[in-house]
Antibody, heavy 119, light 107 residues
Framework: QVQLQESGPGLVKPSETLSLTCTVSGYSISSGYYWGWIRQPPGKGLEWIGSIYHSGSTYYNPSLKSRVTISVDTSKNQFSLKLSSVTAADTAVYYC????????????WGQGTLVTVSS | AIRMTQSPSSLSASTGDRVTITCRASQGISSYLAWYQQKPGKAPKLLIYAASTLQSGVPSRFSGSGSGTDFTLTISCLQSEDFATYYCQQYYSYPQTFGQGTKVEIK
């Protein structure tokens, strides 16, 4: 059973970089799957941020592309999100997720972590 | 980006009711559509993919249909544990996009 767990600071200052890590257990990232980050502002809907294949190929939401970097560390079985120049609008619960099948729907999710952008 | 529009945004229903939620895509997405259920404070849970395929372990009272631009999620006999918010997601093209959600509340 694939399990995902987000970690990182819960508070980030405006204009700084948000950094989160997703640790995967129960499956080796280097074996396959499609890994993604999704966020949800308080009381609002879901927004796909971007995804990465086990090969390292990345896909980003154009609305965030200039500020987002997603990477994989196969030695630690982790993948990471960096979002630069954050503002209050980036305050959200951030989820990491995995798409195991050929389609890009997410069948495994982390529990989510709230990141607040505030000085 | 493909816009996904769900209706209604919220609904009130009773246990045992049949509930239908609609999701419309701004352009054709074939059957590249998933449905998720989200309860307060929890991560979304995949219910259906490929528009109509039930994820393993999901009760058979959930069903999905549609292709192209119009899709539906039906709960045939609403149970207490089904009160939640439901989201559709298209994965036909990047960026993947979600509907705004439909909150199913107790009448």
């Amino acid at each position: 059973q694939v399990q995902l767990q987000e970690s990182g600071p819960g508070l980030v200052k405006p204009s700084e970089t948000l950094s989160l890590t997703c640790t995967v257990s129960g499956y080796s990232i280097s074996s396959g799957y499609y890994w993604g980050w999704i966020r949800q502002p308080p009381g609002k809907g879901l927004e796909w941020i971007g995804s990465i294949y086990h090969s390292g190929s990345t896909y980003y939401n154009p609305s965030l592309k200039s500020r987002v970097t997603i990477s994989v560390d196969t030695s630690k079985n982790q993948f990471s999100l960096k979002l630069s120049s954050v503002t209050a609008a980036d305050t959200a619960v951030y989820y990491c997720a995995a798409a195991a099948a050929a389609g890009f729907y997410f069948d495994y999710w982390g529990q989510g972590t709230l990141v607040t952008v505030s000085s | 980006a493909i816009r996904m529009t769900q209706s209604p945004s919220s609904l009130s229903a009773s246990t045992g009711d049949r509930v239908t939620i609609t999701c419309r895509a701004s352009q054709g997405i074939s059957s590249y559509l998933a449905w998720y259920q989200q309860k307060p404070g929890k991560a979304p849970k995949l219910l259906i993919y490929a528009a109509s395929t039930l994820q393993s372990g999901v009760p058979s009272r959930f069903s999905g249909s549609g292709s192209g631009t119009d899709f539906t999620l039906t709960i045939s006999c609403l149970q207490s544990e089904d009160f939640a918010t439901y989201y559709c997601q298209q994965y036909y093209s990047y960026p993947q996009t979600f509907g705004q959600g439909t909150k199913v509340e107790i009448k």
